[in-house]
Structures are given as structure tokens and as C-alpha cells.
């Protein structure tokens, strides 16, 4: 009984104290683990925690937190959770170390910010755990630990940084963890898993091993649907561009150890993608770079080697819109961030030895499909480069300084042409090797270029090319090679006609070098060329002046500027020596036109076919010259002589003969500059001229015989003026237009006018006669620059003695012209004629009043003059018409009522009350149109007598022709006759 009362005892005693215990653990541990909690924060943090229920099993040792809040300075969420499952094993005792289950954490909320003043809010839980001294401790094993799963389940993390101008802001969710068999020994597997999401649906996997002796980690790691905008909004403030669109793919393992030393960090990443990416300048409107694909493949980072080996970088497709500003700054670099220079702090650290540099390889990277659109808007229009596709490739990039490079690029150029090149490539010494071949480039994108430097417009041609380039250690360059221009058409802007044309341009053995500098090409082979050459009056070559920008003066100083533009040029920098073997030339036709003769002379040169050896700049060197052709594939033409066209002393002696051509041949030109076919006509031309020390000796002579214009041709630059009168001006009784000029003079002499005679100058001789007929006529038969225009006094169609005087020097003329007639139109001037013709018919009334009164009807013949010149009779006979017109109640002016009203004491003003009521009473009397039109008939007889009088002209050459009515203009009406 004894023995079963003390068995009673003591589980009475087991009972109270499980009892006991387990009161402590339900009840106490939660409360006290509450208050501890609470009281801690508050004593060091200065805020309250929130929790919702803490329940603590001590029998299974699991510990449940829920509803745990932690709250940030401003009030927000810090921490918080919705339940935390804590479960410690039993086996923590045999093992001598905590041993847990699993430890859950159900949907956990962090909140990390980094304030305005760089302050991470994170690092205030800091404040809780006072660092104590560092101490020195010897190596130790590490506090042994074992977890067999911890598990976060819908976590949520949130990161704002208010330390910028636009705080940012992003959150990840769902976050899961998982850890598995953690131990901080080496006998578990140790293996977790990451997963994470973003509301973009951006998401983070990543799984592996973790192991703390030695620290080492092994894993591998994804990050999918990753905005390539998420990052820009992080780093907008540090960007000067915007990262419009991207999809960012990575995938990649890493491993990490320690092997007893500092950490090593080998990070593989296997792929990195990126699709649809898109860039703009901050506040641009559109995007200026917009890829297609970017795969990055197989990138080692290597911490402990500080390297990074790239496999291969493959961009595909894409759309770059490049441009050089009005400004000259290319828009692609506002793609670049100015970074802020870091302050630099003095410290002890600072003065050793530098960080190792970092390696990187990256032996592959290839463009493929790329478009390129670039436009140039420094000029207007903006010039224009489309590359189409574009694909490059640049093999063995690394950051040794004995890297060589190995680039090739092939590439559409603006929808027609193509360009391929290989290069070798030096980085350090800057030596280039390279080989270009190009085809079919349309030169027509250079226009805009050409029209800021020259006064032409290039319509058409395609380039071609192989050439092989050097660049040297020291900078020099050389090239050498061949090139070949196709289809080249010119126009000359000033003429809008064609300047420079060709079928194909062949140019062989081409060699260029910058030390010493020079250019020699070989041969130049022409087929097909055309060349408007020009010699303008003011002694410049039409290429000159086309080669010259727009608004630039171009002009041969004179000889008082020799010596100032000598001292100018002193310093100025040596030209490029330039030398060309021979210019061939086949099947080449030329407009050839020289102005230093007048009149003037041009032809159209067909079949042309000869060469131009030794082109030098050399300014001794003398150009031979021999071209033979045809003018319309039959007449022959010679040019021969010497010339220095590429230095800057000019130099000339050059003939150029053509005899008994018949015109008729030369339709094309003609109907084309002239608008009109040649019937008949023959022309001899001799034609030389030399220039040397600015001294020219010209010899010329033309004779065109029997020229008669035959029917009209349409043609856009022809001329629209009546040919057939200015050709029958040009001609003598014989029907001949002869000239002979020789010139001999210096060029420099600024009275001496010169110009060339060539078939365009030709035609514009005509199109002057046409345009001003009759002062051709009264140079050569008298009557002044305009014998044509007669002036008659107004209301009046009496001819004065010099217009008689000018219209016999017109008969003159009409005789010596037999070919022309004459138009006299009807002429009068309502504005000037009516006044006048109104004052003669108010006189007549008025001579008629005076005649008949008393003394008036005695002497009729001098009545109406004597009262007219006596003011007070003139001033009655001027008051009784203005009453009898107007009426006798009519008001006087106010100067005549005035003096009607004056007292007999009083000076009467007579003048200015005559005046008046003369004006009122010409304004109020009508001249009919009839009467303008009878005056302007009188004006015309009067005229067409005075040139038929004399029977030297006949009368059906003489034509009266209706005119409408003359503008006012001066005070005199002119007639204005006219030929045809």
C-alpha cells in the first residue's frame, strides 16, 4: 500500500508539473514572448508592434505567430506577416544543436525604402543590437543548425526610392522559398528554391545549394518577361535616354566558394535575350533605336579573375533612325549619360595599389538585318542614307592592347546599291587594313551636298568600286584601286541645261597618298561623255564658276590685286599635287561655247573621240589636246592645241575651225535653243584664240549666208520671241550676216571687253534683235535707242520736228530691211487727251460768246482773243458760260463767288477765280470716246504719212492697227510702232 501511495505521489506530482508546464508554455510563453516583444520595439525603435495571437505548444514545440505588423517611421508597414509556423524537433537534444521541422512564413510584407536622404529604412532594425568591441576569436566550427524545410508563401516586396527627383516604386508577388534539409554541416542536401513575380508578370526562379563551412553556393537561375522599362524607371534619373519597350530574358547557373580564402564568384549565364527594345532620348517623341532580338550567349564572369568571356553577341533585326542636327550634334548621342563626376575622397586606403582591371572577351558579335536610316539636317534638303539591310561582323574583340580586330560588313545602300568590305584592324597602333567593293550607289544622295559647294544638280548615276586602303602606324593613308561611274547626269543650274553627262566613266590605276601627299590616276576612260564647256565674258571657265558655292564670288582678280592676293596666298596650304596620264575619250559629244568674242558663237560636237595627256597641276606642265568630231555625225571639227586646266595659272592656245557648214544639219540645236528648224543657210567659222601672262591674241570670223527660219518647234527651253524679224533684222540687202573681230588686249584691262562666239551666244544675238529691234536699227541708220516711239503733245495729233526727224531715219532703215513691215497703232490717253481736248472745246465756247457782243459782232477776228487776255472780260465770259452750263442758280467757287462779292476799293484776284471756274467747267464737259478714238486715228494717219510721203517706202508695208486706250504716264502720249 505503502509502495502505491508513493507511485501516486509522484504522478500527482508528474501531473501538476506537466500541469505546470504546460500552463507555462500555452499560456505564459506567449504572453511574456508578447510583452518582450512589444516592450523591446517600444524601448528601441520608438514604435508599437502589432501582432494578433501568439499560441506556443510546448508539448510539439511549435510556435505560431499571426497578424504581425511592424510599422515604419512614416507609419507605413515595415514587416509584417499573416502567420509564422515554427516547429522545433526533439532531436534538437541528442544533436545538441536547434533542430527545426519546418518553419513557415505565410504571406510575409516587406517594405524597403531608401529615404531622401539616402538612408535605407531597413538599416533602423539595426538600432536594436548594439555592436559590441571587435574582438580577436579564434577560428571556431560553426554553431551547428539543421532545418529539414523552410517555406515562404505569398510574400509580397515592395522597394520604393525617395532619394530622387520621381520616386520610384515596385513591387514583387507572389515571392515563394523553399529550403530543404539545411544543415550547417556537410552531410544534407542543403537545397532551395526562389520563385518571385512581378504585377507585370515579370519572374525570378531560382534554385540550389547553400552550404556555410566553407561557404559555397551552387544554383542555377531565370529571369523571365523582365520590362526592360522596370529598369529604366529605377535608373531614369542616372539615364539620358528612355527605354520605350523590351522584353528582358536571363538564364544562367553560378557557383560560389570560398576554398578557405576569399570569396569566388564563377557566374555562367547561358542566355540572355533581349526582344522588342526600344530607346529614346528622354522627352523625345519616338523611339531613334528600335531592335528587334539582342542574344547574348554564353557569358563567363569570372570575380576572381576579374574577366567576362563573351561566346557570341547576335543582334537581328532592328530600325536605327540616326540624323546630325541643324546644330551639328548627331541625335544618337543624347542616347549617352553625362555621368556625374564621383567625389573623390583622400584616404589612406586610397593610395595603394589600384584595383586589378577587368578582362573582357567577346571574340563574336555579329549585326544581321539591321535598317540604318540617316539624315544629315545641317543642309537643306536634308541629305538621306538608308542602310538596308545591314549586317556586320566583328571577330576576337578583347581588352588586350595587342587585340586585332577582323571586321566585315555587307549592306544595302538606299535600295539600289551595295557595299561589302573586309578590315583588319589594330587597336593599339590604330593601323587599318582594309578592302571596299561597292556597286551601283546612286550618287543623287550626294545632291544636297553638291548644291551647298556648286551650282549644279546632280540627277542620276551609280558608283562603283574596289579599292584597297591603308592607314599606317603614323597616320598616313593610302589608297589605291579602281573606280567606275555609270549613268552620270548633270545639270548647270544657272543654264538648266545639262553641264556633265556620261554613259560609263572608267578610271584605272588610281593611287593616293597623304605623306607625301599626291594623287596620280593613269588612264581615264570616258564612253560616252558630255561636257557643256563655256567661256563666260567675264574671262572664267563655266566650270569654275559651277564649282563655286552658291552666293561665292567667282572672278579673276585684277592686276592692282596681283600683289595682295600673292601676300594672301603666302600661307596658304600647298594643293595637292595631281597628276592624270591620259583622258580618253570615245563617242563623246560636247556644247562648246566661248564668250570672249563678240558676237559670240556655239556649236554642238558629236562623235567626239581623241585624248588630253599630261594633265598636271604643275603650273609649267602643258596639256596636249587632240580631240577630233563630227557636228551631227557629218560636218568635221578640229580642236587641237594646249592647255593647264588644273593649275592656277591660265594658260590657253587652242583653234577651232569649221567651214561651210551647212545649217540645215544643226535642227536639233537649233529647234531646241531657238525654236524654230533652219531651212537654209550655210556657216564658215575660224576661230583661235591664246592666253598666256593674262595677254590675249584672238582671231575670229563668221559668215552665215541665206539663213531663213523654217517652221516652229515645241521645245521646253526654247526661246518664244519672233526670230524671223530679228534674222531679217541681222541681214543686208544680200541676205548675209558677216562678222570679223580680231581682239587683242590684256585681261586685266578693265576697258577691255571680250567674249566668245559660239552657237548659243549665237542665238542669244538673235533673241536681242528680236527683243529690241529698233534700237539695232536706230544704231545703224540713226533715230536714237528707240526710233520706234513717237510723242505727241496731249489732245493734240501734230508731229513736232524731232519726231519728224526720227520717223525719215526710220524710212531709212525700212528701206535698207526690205523684209520688214511696220505697225502704227491707234494711240490716245483718256486720262491725258481729255483734259486737254475738254479746255480746247471750253475755249472755242468762250471766243464764240466774246464774238457775240456788241464790240465783238464789230471786229469778230480779234474780239474773242483781246476779252480772253483782259482778266475782268475773261472772268465775265467765264461766269455767264459756267451759268449758262450749269445754270443760273448754280453756286459760283468759292474764289469767283468771293470776287463777285468784293467791294470796288478792294484788288480783285482774277487769277485764281479764272482758275477755278475754268477747272469746273472742263471737268463738267464731256468728251466722248469717239472723240478719243477719232484723235488716236489722226496720231496713226499723221504718222503713216510722214513715212509714205516720199514714195521710198511702199504703202502696203505700212499697217494701221487698233491699240487699247494708254495708261496716264508723263505729258506726252506715246506711239509705239512695232515690226514683223
Known amino acids: 500500500m505503502g509502495r502505491y501511495r508513493r507511485y501516486l505521489i509522484g504522478l500527482a506530482i508528474a501531473v501538476v508539473l506537466l500541469g505546470a508546464y504546460g500552463a507555462a508554455g500555452f499560456l505564459a510563453v506567449p504572453y511574456y514572448a508578447r510583452r518582450g516583444l512589444q516592450d523591446f520595439v517600444r524601448q528601441h525603435y520608438g514604435r508599437a508592434v502589432a501582432m494578433a495571437e501568439i499560441r506556443f505548444n510546448p508539448f510539439t514545440l511549435a510556435l505560431d505567430v499571426s497578424g504581425f505588423s511592424l510599422p515604419d517611421a512614416d507609419g ?69 543548425l539543421f532545418i529539414r524545410r523552410l517555406a515562404v508563401i505569398s510574400g509580397t516586396a515592395a522597394f520604393e526610392d525617395q532619394d530622387r527627383t520621381r520616386p520610384f516604386h515596385a513591387e514583387f508577388k507572389p515571392i515563394a522559398f523553399e529550403l530543404r534539409d539545411f544543415s550547417t554541416t556537410a552531410r544534407t542536401g542543403n537545397g532551395y528554391t526562389l520563385n518571385a513575380a512581378s504585377p507585370e508578370g515579370e519572374r525570378l526562379t531560382w534554385s540550389g545549394t547553400l552550404r556555410l563551412e566553407p561557404v559555397s553556393s551552387h544554383g542555377v537561375f531565370e529571369i523571365a518577361d523582365l520590362q526592360a522599362r522596370t529598369l529604366w524607371r529605377y535608373l531614369r534619373e542616372s539615364l539620358s535616354f528612355e527605354m520605350a519597350s523590351g522584353v528582358i530574358a536571363i538564364k544562367g547557373d553560378y557557383d560560389l566558394a570560398s576554398e578557405g580564402g576569399p570569396l569566388a564568384l564563377k557566374l555562367n549565364v547561358h542566355n540572355i535575350l533581349v526582344t522588342r527594345l526600344g ?40 530600325d536605327v533612325k540616326a540624323w546630325m542636327s541643324e546644330q551639328g550634334r548627331l541625335n544618337l548621342l543624347d542616347l549617352v549619360a553625362a555621368p556625374a563626376a564621383p567625389a573623390v575622397a583622400t584616404s589612406p586606403a586610397s593610395t595603394g595599389a589600384s584595383a586589378p582591371a577587368w578582362t573582357v572577351s567577346m571574340p563574336d558579335i555579329a549585326i544581321a538585318a539591321v535598317k540604318v536610316s540617316a539624315e544629315d539636317r545641317q543642309i537643306k534638303p536634308a541629305a538621306a542614307l538608308v542602310l538596308d539591310p545591314l549586317n556586320v561582323h566583328v571577330a576576337g574583340f578583347n581588352t588586350s592592347p595587342d587585340d586585332t580586330l577582323d571586321l566585315t560588313l555587307d549592306s544595302g545602300v538606299n535600295g539600289s546599291g551595295r557595299i561589302n568590305a573586309q578590315a583588319r584592324v589594330t587597336t593599339k597602333s590604330g593601323a587599318v587594313s582594309a578592302h571596299v567593293e561597292a556597286a551601283d550607289l546612286g550618287l543623287q544622295a550626294l545632291q544636297p551636298y553638291i548644291a551647298q559647294y556648286t551650282s549644279m544638280t546632280l540627277l542620276k548615276g551609280t558608283l562603283g568600286a574596289k579599292l584597297d586602303i591603308e592607314r599606317g602606324e603614323d597616320g598616313s593613308l593610302a589608297v589605291k584601286g579602281k573606280t567606275r561611274v555609270a549613268g552620270l547626269s548633270t545639270v548647270d543650274n544657272a543654264l538648266k541645261q545639262d553641264f556633265v553627262k556620261w554613259k560609263e566613266l572608267l578610271i584605272a590605276d588610281l593611287s593616293y597618298r597623304s605623306k607625301p601627299a599626291g594623287l596620280r590616276i593613269g588612264t581615264v576612260t570616258a564612253l560616252e561623255p558630255y561636257v557643256r564647256m563655256i567661256i563666260a565674258p567675264d574671262r572664267t571657265v563655266n566650270i569654275k564658276n559651277i564649282l563655286t558655292p552658291p552666293g561665292a564670288a567667282s572672278r579673276t582678280p585684277p592686276a592692282t590685286d596681283k600683289l595682295a592676293a600673292a601676300d594672301a596666298s603666302a600661307g596658304a596650304a600647298t594643293p595637292l599635287p595631281v597628276s592624270i596620264g591620259t583622258v580618253r575619250f570615245i563617242n563623246g559629244s560636247a556644247d562648246y561655247s566661248d564668250l570672249w568674242i563678240k558676237p559670240s558663237f556655239a556649236v554642238g560636237i558629236q562623235t567626239l573621240e581623241g585624248t588630253v595627256s599630261g594633265l598636271s597641276s604643275d603650273p609649267k606642265s602643258r596639256a596636249k589636246v587632240e580631240l577630233n568630231g563630227k557636228v551631227d555625225r557629218y560636218s568635221p571639227v578640229h580642236i587641237g592645241g594646249q592647255i593647264n586646266l588644273l593649275s592656277a595659272q591660265l594658260y590657253t592656245d587652242v583653234t577651232m575651225s569649221m567651214k561651210d557648214l551647212d545649217l540645215t544639219i544643226v535642227n536639233p540645236y537649233s529647234g531646241h535653243f531657238a525654236g524654230y528648224k533652219i531651212d537654209k543657210g550655210k556657216l564658215s567659222v575660224d576661230v583661235s584664240y591664246k592666253v598666256e601672262q593674262r595677254q590675249l591674241a584672238a582671231q575670229q570670223h563668221f559668215v552665215v549666208d541665206e539663213l531663213q527660219l523654217g517652221d516652229r518647234v515645241e521645245s521646253p527651253d526654247a526661246v518664244h520671241l519672233p526670230l524671223k524679224i530679228a534674222v531679217a533684222l541681222l541681214k543686208d540687202r544680200n541676205g548675209v550676216i558677216d562678222i570679223d573681230l580680231p581682239m587683242n588686249g590684256s585681261l586685266d584691262d578693265p576697258t577691255f571687253s571680250i567674249g566668245p562666239i559660239i552657237w548659243k551666244a549665237f542665238v542669244n544675238l538673235i533673241v536681242k534683235a528680236a527683243t529690241a529691234p529698233f534700237a539695232l536699227l536706230g544704231h545703224l541708220f540713226g533715230g536714237g535707242e528707240h526710233p520706234n516711239i513717237v510723242e505727241f503733245a496731249a489732245g493734240s495729233a501734230e508731229l513736232d520736228p524731232p519726231a519728224r526727224e526720227q520717223l525719215a531715219s526710220l524710212v531709212k532703215a525700212l528701206k535698207e530691211r526690205p523684209q520688214l513691215k511696220l505697225d502704227v497703232p491707234i494711240v490716245f490717253s483718256p486720262g491725258l487727251d481729255r483734259p486737254q481736248m475738254a479746255a480746247a472745246r471750253l475755249r472755242q465756247e468762250l471766243l464764240a460768246r466774246a464774238q457775240n457782243t456788241r464790240q465783238g459782232r464789230k471786229h469778230p477776228d480779234t474780239a474773242g482773243e483781246m476779252a480772253l487776255s483782259d482778266p475782268p472780260k475773261h472772268f465775265q465770259l467765264l461766269v455767264d458760260q459756267y451759268q449758262a452750263d450749269l445754270g443760273k442758280e448754280a453756286q459760283l467757287p468759292p474764289s469767283a463767288a468771293a470776287l463777285q462779292a468784293a467791294k470796288a476799293k478792294e484788288t480783285p484776284a482774277y487769277e485764281t477765280a479764272i482758275a477755278d471756274l475754268n477747272a469746273a467747267l472742263i471737268n463738267h464737259i464731256e468728251v466722248p470716246d469717239a472723240d478719243l478714238e477719232a484723235l488716236g486715228k489722226q496720231r496713226a494717219q499723221a504718222i503713216q504719212d510722214a513715212l509714205l510721203s516720199d514714195g521710198q517706202v511702199d504703202a502696203a508695208r505700212v499697217f494701221i492697227v487698233n491699240a487699247p486706250p494708254k495708261p496716264d504716264s508723263g505729258d506726252k502720249v506715246k506711239v509705239e510702232l512695232a515690226v514683223k
Open 76 to 144: 507605413q508597414p515595415l514587416l509584417s506577416f499573416n502567420r509564422l509556423h515554427v516547429g522545433l524537433r526533439l532531436a534538437s537534444l541528442w544533436r545538441l544543436a536547434p533542430s527545426f521541422g519546418e518553419i513557415i512564413l505565410q504571406q510575409p510584407y516587406v517594405r524597403a525604402v531608401k529615404r531622401a536622404d539616402g538612408a535605407l529604412n531597413l538599416a533602423d532594425l539595426g538600432k536594436g543590437f548594439p555592436s559590441a568591441p571587435a574582438k580577436a576569436q579564434p577560428k571556431s566550427e560553426p554553431m551547428r
Open 279 to 318: 530607346l529614346k532620348p528622354n522627352g523625345a517623341a519616338e523611339n531613334c533605336i528600335d531592335l528587334g532580338r539582342i542574344e547574348i550567349a554564353d557569358t563567363r564572369l569570372d570575380l576572381s579573375r576579374h574577366s567576362v568571356d563573351i561566346a557570341k553577341v547576335q543582334l537581328s533585326g532592328g
